[in-house]
Nanobody
Framework: QVQLVESGGGLVQAGGSLRLSCTAS????????MGWFRQAPGKEREFVTG????????DYADSVKGRFTISRDNAKNTVYLQMNSLKPEDTAIYYC??????????????????WGQGTQVTVSS
């Protein structure tokens, strides 16, 4: 049974930082590309960032480029999202997801096989 469990969400002031983690079980982690998505109230879920299986390739949405950093530790089956210079518009539920095969990062939700339950990030102004 595959599980993706996010942690690290919370309430932070604008300009602050948070680090999200997503730990996977039940799959061979390095054989999956990983992505972070978010869904704000009243909006559709959107791609935030992704990383390929080896960690050598990443992709970022324009809205977070330069502020967010994705990384992964395949020995720990964990992907991280470091979020700096947070803005109120970053407020959302953040989801991690796993996509097979691991070669490239994809942005489309349909390419992701497994999803976590999400963690709330709230940025106050």
């Amino acid at each position: 049974q595959v599980q993706l469990v996010e942690s690290g969400g919370g309430l932070v002031q604008a300009g602050g930082s948070l680090r999200l983690s997503c730990t996977a079980s039940g799959l061979t982690f390095r054989t999956y590309a990983m992505g972070w998505f978010r869904q704000a109230p009243g909006k559709e879920r959107e791609f935030v960032t992704g990383i390929n299986g080896s960690g050598g390739s990443t992709d970022y949405a324009d809205s977070v480029k330069g502020r967010f950093t994705i990384s992964r530790d395949n020995a720990k089956n964990t992907v991280y999202l470091q979020m700096n210079s947070l803005k109120p518009e970053d407020t959302a539920i953040y989801y991690c997801a796993a996509s097979f095969p691991p070669w490239t990062v994809v942005r489309g939700e349909r390419s992701y096989n497994y999803w976590g339950q999400g963690t709330q990030v709230t940025v106050s102004s």
